[in-house]
């Protein structure tokens, strides 16, 4: 999974990207330069992964892992060709960071997080047009051969164009079967998933229910079926390099249960149909991402295409039913132990032990 932390300059994206990764990229001027995207991996916290290591006491501990970029403030009108779109265009999700706090040292202006929001996606929505455009010259070309698929790309193109145009996303589009080359080449910028972060400051993290810069992006977010998320980027940062129980009481006074990186990694997995598999034992316990949907063979290949090739049968037990019972003799005992074959769907937590021969 690749997230490209995306917004205005100067909001906070590295902030934030810092706060995730652990990383130490450098704030402030950073977001007005040409300079490359910051990359960095974040592990995913999964307390299921913790109890399996204190279970069996393994020799390594892997969990899941997300790739975040980020990416130079995209600037007020910046329009067509701007580099840094071509950078975003190679995540599976964006996340929005949208400026909802006051700062009168670096902006003029006061927070608009309606105005903001809307000011980057303009920007998506540009660039959008202009690589329809392309599309559609190259398709009225072929299309005067009398190709039918070529005709109907063409049709689709015209009436995207007017849909962007309106200042509709990509998103909102209803795009037909026939379609699925326009979207495979991922090209368009505004059909992504999209994480709205609410980058607030302490106090207006501490309310932010009611704070009229989080409801605008609230709405925003539930118009475009969007996800949105209010996070104190800096306080993330500041807390990251602290002792769990010291964050956990400065956490505690602004009266949040977890970091900012478990709910934005959660709300990620959720937009993008994400779920874990577990994969347990002395050697390692292990942590794998796979899309909601796949059947055991697939996955298998994520551990080894060697199992996916030979796979024989999947060896499951959920991890809530090994939780409840404390130990796997007890699981198996009561008949929570499970053989599945290659039609089975793999379910969220599921503990697995594929068997395979080649």
Partial sequence: MKLGIVGLPNVGKTTLFNALTGAKAETGAYSNAAAKPNVGVAKVPDERLDWLADYYHPKKYTPATIEFVDIAGIGKGSGKGNELLNVVRQTDALVHVVRCFENEEIFLENADAARDAETLNLELILADIEITERRLERAKKNAKGGDKKYKHEVETCEKLIEHLSDGKPASSFEFSEEDSDMLSDNGLLSIKPVIYVANMDEA????????????????????????????????????????????????????????????????????????????????????????????????????????????????????????????????????????????YVMKDGDITNFRFNI
């Fill in 204 to 343: 207006g993290m501490a309310d932010y229910n009611n704070d009229r810069n989080f409801l605008a992006l609230k709405a925003i977010a539930e118009e475009q079926g969007a996800a949105v998320l209010p996070v104190a980027a800096k306080f993330e940062e500041d807390i990251a390099d602290m002792d769990p129980e010291e964050a956990a009481l400065f956490m505690e006074e602004l009266g949040l249960k977890e970091r900012g990186l478990s709910r934005l990694i959660r709300t990620s997995y959720d937009l993008l149909g994400y779920i874990s598999f577990l994969t347990a034992g002395e050697d390692d316990v292990h942590a794998w991402t796979i899309v909601r949907g796949t059947k055991a063979p697939k996955a298998a290949g994520k551990v080894h295409t060697d199992i996916e090739r030979g796979f024989i049968r999947a060896e499951i037990v959920a991890f809530d039913d090994l939780k409840a019972c404390g130990s796997m003799a007890a699981a198996k005992e009561k008949g929570l132990f499970r053989l599945e074959g290659k039609d």
